[in-house]
């Protein structure tokens, strides 16, 4: 048989290079993953099997899967569950080893294992899927490297696209290797395959590289591998190498055609010079490539004697006559088996396309229907987890909408129970399309039932008196689609599908479903962060209010107190949660009634029933557990971690974060409750002064994909760690990327927080107008009810930034007054926030000029009680200072000594200098400091005290010239001497510093007599 592929592998020293090193840092324990790119025939499958020839000689074991095209859209997970298939045949005890416990979901994957486990199919369903994956990636990485192949990433399904996605950022210290390669040639500007590439292309483990063409020496070494002693000379290789523009696979086409001796009559057009040989062929072989092309890019030999055998002609029925034309093929280097002996692949998928764009209309429908028929009546013929999908596309091509409907229809089921939303979302979209082209017999009597779309009810008919709606009916797939679409992150099309649905459902006769329809477009611009969720919800409740109890009904009301929870708590959202919860039960419904009481022992928390609070959640989360709904038990543990905080409880609420994150862990979901769920572990870690372990938390999430959800929270959780260390640039950055972020969209528990880390870095910079800025856009965007717990610090902060300033402007006057309004009407429900309401009162006081140690001593009693380390030390401080005025030395040179120590042992940076520069001023610090005014403990001269003083009152170092009667020069000379001795970054810091330690209490309001 002549020779058409080159023996010896031609170039591409750098891709193997590079290649070769990721294998090297995957052996280390350092996964990573390759994008190989190049346009169609450059020669992506030929390095892949090189490459995986050395890796497997180094010791590594590899598996190779591929991404089938099945008309417009791949096959659900196919790449995966090939390369999984043959590692069972190669490994097959090993693979069943790291897969034990884990066989119900990855059944999903490779049938092979067993039945799939009976949870339920939602998008839990496949995060649980994911998760389990990568767990049995990394177990069979234990002992060795691992490299997986993935070829034709343009084919891939979005299922497929996103579980790669999950597995390269998630396998941590594994030694896996994730090559996968494309064609960039098919990526038109809207291809799904361009924002997979961008985002994976940001991850430091990701390397992307492009296959370029060969250049002229290189196709010369080609030609000279495939025509041996034929070899042409210069003129030739040069013609071949300007008409294959150093394509590899056009260069054998091209080389093909040089041997047969018509170099010379091949056509500039591509058509031809991927025809060409395909014509060359026998007039029985050519039959039964063109019959092969539409099957698919890979066909099964059963599939195609059977499809071979119904078509007829010569040969017809023959198993001979069959084997004969197909060898034909293989040996014209047309069709090549497939890797696992089962069947056969085009040799290059341009081929493929040519043959099948060169069929003629009726030809073409003729042969998709004789596949769908050969598959119908055997449908053994293909892989179970492949079948409904490629009876969906071939029905399709057949043009046949009455057979093709529900073949789509079957196959969206098929994909929902494969957790594979976005290709379930695909095929129903297919069936609306072939809805009005099938008849109303065909419609009453071929579709499968109503198959699953959450809360969907009914219709409204009473029982007997259908009128066709006891049937599968338009509506209903759209029901179906928009819980698809939902649940596959498409919501803008979800909702375009919700709408469409809308325009059917006639409200009088059916409000259950027009209402559930409004519940879902309300999830949906929840989850898009764009008004008009509270509005739907609330048509939807109007809706079904006079209507008797129902699931709808009670989703309504549990969606409604769930949305009020986040942005208008108060006693009317707690009555509305009870009346869900009861309704709930009394329908039926327990994973609404469960969704219910979560959002029912929040709202209670906010409002002084805090036990009662902690025993609903607790007794929610056992709740969910039997009933399989990981989503509510996350959601009920997130819920728990965030109350037990707001109590000042937070070691427990660190436990109950960690118990969240393990959970959602374990069900898959780390992808949807772990961001918020890590925060909060983060954040009670913070608060109970374990603050390496909190960083450690958030640094192991930032290799972590936070899909768009709680950005603001980890962006906010990082300035104050940045603060912690006095790095307040660091913070300043973080700060304003939570902020950017709207601040949680608008959510309370995000914005006060966020606003607090801003007061408290304006007052470290010295920008009061800054701190009463981000004040007021707190105070006057958010609602405020039930918050008092994040209240209490934000206010305490603002307070010290006004009382810092001297003299106080009016708008200064205003702020204050704005903030001893609001600390009125606020109620500590416990130590802790009684502790702040007294260091909040503290700074009121110093502000008027009025005795503040009172304030501070109680202050310091109630949070030695909440025993969080970072309002006691600043509470310390505070008394140390009055304590100091009082004249009682030693009693404050205690108390600093405890504030340095709990910021020492907190890694409070900031609080452990503000403790020293406080020792130092009073003296009572470890350097035996000579006696003399305030500034003395400080090292400062005379000069820079007066100096540092007219900083305090913000005057420039002209101005300081003149009130001093030295040069501007000198003036600056001084300035920078003080902030360098100080430690401070600028005048404005320096000015801050200079009120938080009181160096110049002449300059303060007198105090008034109590």
Known sequence: MEQTVSPVFVGRGRETGLLAAALDRAGAGEPQAVLVGGEAGVGKTRLIEEFLAQAEAAGAVTALGACLEVGAEGLPYAPLSAALRRLHRRIGPELDAAAAGLEGHLARLLPDFGEADGEGNDEYGRARLFEHTARLFERLAAGRTLVLAVEDLHWSDRSTRELLAYLVRTLHRSRVLIVATYRTDDLHRRHPLRPFLAELERLRTVQRLELERLDRPEVAAQLAGILGPETPGRDVVDRIHRRSEGNPFFVEELATAYRSGCLACVTESLRDILLVRVEALPEETQRIVRIAAEGGSRIEHGLLAAVVAESGGSGAGSEDALISALRTAVGANILRPDTDGEGYRFRHALVREAVSDDLLPGERQGINRRFATVLEADPELVRAEQRTARLADYWYHAHQPARALPAALDAARDARRRNAFAEQLKMLERALELWDAVS????????????????????????????????????DVLAEAVVAARRAGDRDRGQGLARRALALVDEARNPLRAAWFRLQRAKMLDHLKRTGGLEEIQYAHRLVQGLGPSAVQAEALALEAAHNLLRNPGPAAVATAERAVAI????????????????????????????????????????????????????????LASLLLSYGRAEESATAARTGLDAARRSGLL????????????????????????????????????????????????????????????????????????????????????????????????????ARARLAEALDGTVLAGQDGHLLPLLTHAAEAEADQHPRTPDGERALARIADLAARLTPRCALHRGWAALLAGELARAAGRPTADHRQTAVTEL?????????????????????????????ADLLREAAELARRRGDLTTRRDADLLADRLGLGPRDHPAGGPGDGLGLTPRERDVLRQLTLGRSNRQIAEQLFISPKTASVHVSNILAKLAVGGRGEAAALAHRLRLFPEEEPAAQGT
């Open 440 to 475: 109303e017999q065909a419609l009453a009597t071929t579709l499968r039932p109503y198959d699953w779309a959450d809360t969907y009810p009914p219709c409204a008919c009473d029982d007997g008196e259908h009128d066709g709606c006891d049937r599968l009916q338009l509506v």
């Open 864 to 892: 030695r009680a909440a025993a969080l380390p970072g309002p006691l030390s600043l509470a310390l401080l505070r008394a140390a200072e009055d304590t100091a005025a009082a004249g009682d030395r030693e009693r404050a």
């Open 671 to 770: 992808l949807n409750t772990g961001p918020i769920l890590t925060g909060n572990l983060a954040e009670a870690l913070l608060a109970a002064g374990r603050t390496e372990e909190a960083a450690a938390v958030l640094a192991d999430w930032d290799d972590k994909p936070e899909a768009d959800t709680h950005g603001e929270f980890m962006d906010r959780l990082r300035g104050e760690l940045a603060l912690l260390r006095g790095d307040t640039a660091e913070a300043e950055t973080h700060w304003a990327a939570a902020h950017a972020s709207g601040g949680g969209g608008a959510q309370p528990q995000h914005v006060l927080p966020t606003a607090a880390l801003g007061i408290r870095l304006a007052v470290r910079l010295g920008r009061p107008d800054q």
């Open 584 to 639: 709930a039960r009394q329908v039926g419904a327990p994973s609404v009634e469960v969704h219910a009481r979560v959002t029912l022992a929040g709202l209670l928390g906010d409002f002084d029933e805090g036990e009662r609070a902690v025993d609903l959640l607790t007794e929610a989360v056992e709740q969910a557990l039997p009933l399989g709904n990981d989503d509510v038990h996350t959601r009920g543990l997130n819920n």
